[in-house]
Nanobody, 115 residues
Framework: VQLQASGGGLVQPGGSLRLSCAATGVTFGINAMAWYRQAPGKQRDVVASIITGGSTNYAESVKGRFTISRDNAKNTVYLQMNSLKPEDTAVYYC??????????WGQGTLVTVSS
């Protein structure tokens, strides 16, 4: 599975961005996809996840502001980020899990929230 993330950039506080992650290759068996983020000097943490059935989970810090969605036909997962805060600044990574055990990562896309 190859993951190609896009959509990062510079945005002012309160603004919005939408990240996309397209999965290619052997995508059969993917049971979940997720977005993680890693700020400078910090560990990589999960932001949001979505399973094949459509159920979603969010980190407390982004609940009500971020929305994860998935287009199964396009094997693409999205992260709509609204009301962005400076503390959302990080490199965002797309993750796909296959057969509940194999993990694949995208290359990361930088999101900077600053005035």
């Amino acid at each position: 599975v190859q993951l190609q993330a896009s959509g990062g950039g510079l945005v002012q506080p309160g603004g919005s961005l939408r990240l996309s992650c397209a999965a290619t290759g052997v995508t059969f068996g993917i049971n979940a996809m997720a977005w993680y983020r890693q700020a400078p000097g910090k560990q990589r943490d999960v932001v949001a996840s979505i399973i094949t059935g459509g159920s979603t989970n969010y980190a407390e810090s982004v609940k009500g502001r971020f929305t994860i969605s998935r287009d199964n036909a396009k094997n693409t997962v999205y992260l709509q980020m609204n009301s962005l805060k400076p503390e959302d600044t990080a490199v965002y990574y797309c993750n796909a899990q296959r057969y509940y055990s194999q993990n694949f990562w995208g290359q990361g896309t930088l999101v900077t929230v600053s005035s």
